[in-house]
């Protein structure tokens, strides 16, 4: 099988009719006059291949540019997925730690992405996550236990210890007594 040669090649040497114009390639002078009698050669193509060099180079700055997108789009879904499991937006994230590190994710991804479709993706509101950051400045990050006096039925270790003695006793004088002694004693429910 002989050489192929590109397309332009043929076309440029029939349209200037200088048969050595590409004389460091060596073309036969058989091909070459094959070429000069058919003349251009048909050629089917796209318009994208004939684009000026500055459209091409933008066009490739775009698509890796939404390839960035989507790597980091990934990135914080995987790492989102990880820590947290499938879903973030209806659940209580106790650890500070993992706090941390959604936020540390978050962020890393927001410098390619943008902030607002960071939170988007992982379906955290922007409230939630200013919350988040406001409580790492002030070193509160690690939820607190509920509070008593939203749940009663939480009881410290000590009432747990007087309820215990009161009702072996079966007396319910002191348990009564007992009782308005504690609450007097301390603002717990």
């Not at 006059?33 to 684009?51: C, H, Q, S």
């Amino acid at each position: 099988m002989g050489r192929r040669y590109d397309h332009r090649i043929r076309n440029a040497i029939v349209r200037s009719g200088i048969p050595n114009l590409f004389s460091h390639l060596s073309i036969p002078p058989s091909t070459v006059r094959d070429w000069m009698r058919k003349g251009e050669a048909e050629v089917v193509t796209i318009d994208e291949f004939n684009l000026p060099q500055e459209k091409l180079t933008l066009r490739i700055l775009e698509l890796e540019l939404q390839l960035k997108h989507a790597e980091a789009q990934a990135k914080l879904i995987t790492k989102t997925v990880s820590i947290l499991g499938f879903q973030i937006q209806y659940m209580r994230v106790p650890s500070g730690h993992t706090k941390e590190a959604l936020i540390n994710t978050i962020k890393d991804t927001a410098r390619v992405i943008g902030l607002e479709a960071c939170l988007d993706i992982v379906k955290l509101s922007r409230a939630r996550f200013a919350a988040w950051i406001v409580r790492i400045k002030q070193c509160t990050l690690n939820d607190k236990n509920t509070c008593r006096r939203l749940s009663p039925t939480k009881l410290l270790l000590l009432k747990q210890d007087l309820f215990a003695t009161l009702l072996q006793t079966k007396n319910i004088a002191i348990l009564v007594s007992a009782h308005w002694l504690d609450m007097q004693n301390s603002n717990f429910v």
